[in-house]
């Protein structure tokens, strides 16, 4: 199985200021077929369900706020909220999808300094 | 509009069984794969199960496989999760989850399932 390990388990950011979530799979998400990364991002706030926010590593879904971008490649990536704003409090999730079973890292916690 | 709507969840007692259903509106249910994701209280998510389009494959994390049935009616949009022996680490929201492109693109909203005597 993938293990997804995301990094740090919380911060606190103040408002319009750079916030940036790590996440690291135990093998490479690289398919070196097609050149794609399986890895996605969602942010779940409470009470919600995840709400999905960038896939192939960093292709934003539509109607994502463009301060959300991902990157990264093979087994290292990273999710960044260029301006943390107040609507952004929320908990994110990185996720696999190169093989079954498919995994989850275990979420970051974003709050307001 | 994209609409998943769980129903079936509720209190079980350990070893018992409960059947969830998940009903779709405004996607091409047939063309996608399905996925029951969950939650337990304050934790993080895990992807349950899913399955192909026409149900020719079926795939469960190890900590459900021989208990949990996934299955699809592509004739009435819906999917269905049957879940028997169940454990109180059975505990968890349980999310319907279209996939599109492999990617987890569309969720509902969730229903709870409690296993607890």
């Known amino acids: 199985d993938i293990v997804m390990t995301q990094s740090p388990d919380s911060l606190a950011v103040s408002l319009g200021e750079r916030a940036t979530i790590n996440c690291k799979s135990s093998q490479s998400l690289l398919y070196s077929s097609n050149n794609n990364n399986y890895l996605a991002w969602f942010q779940q706030k409470p009470g919600q369900p995840p709400k999905l926010l960038i896939y192939w590593a960093s292709t934003r879904e539509s109607g994502v706020p463009d301060r959300f971008s991902g990157s990264g490649s093979g087994s290292d990536f990273t999710l960044t909220i260029s301006s943390l704003q107040a609507e952004d409090v929320a908990v994110y999730y990185c996720q696999q999808y190169y093989s079954d079973p498919l995994t989850f890292g275990g979420g970051t916690k974003v709050e307001i300094k | 509009e994209v609409q998943l709507v769980e129903s079936g969840g509720g209190l079980v007692q350990p070893g018992g069984s409960l059947r969830l259903s998940c009903a779709a509106s405004g996607v091409t249910f047939s063309i996608h794969w399905m996925n029951w994701v969950r939650q337990a209280p304050g934790k993080g998510l895990e992807w349950v199960a899913n399955?192909?389009?026409?149900?020719?494959?079926?795939n469960y994390v190890d900590s459900v496989r021989g208990r949990f049935i996934i299955s699809r009616d592509d004739a009435e949009n819906s999917l269905s999760l049957q879940m028997n022996s169940l454990r109180a680490e059975d505990t968890a929201v349980y999310y319907c989850v279209v996939s599109s492109g492999w990617v987890f693109r569309h969720w509902g909203q969730g229903t709870l399932v409690t296993v607890s005597s």
């Open positions: 399955i192909k389009l026409n149900g020719s494959e079926k």
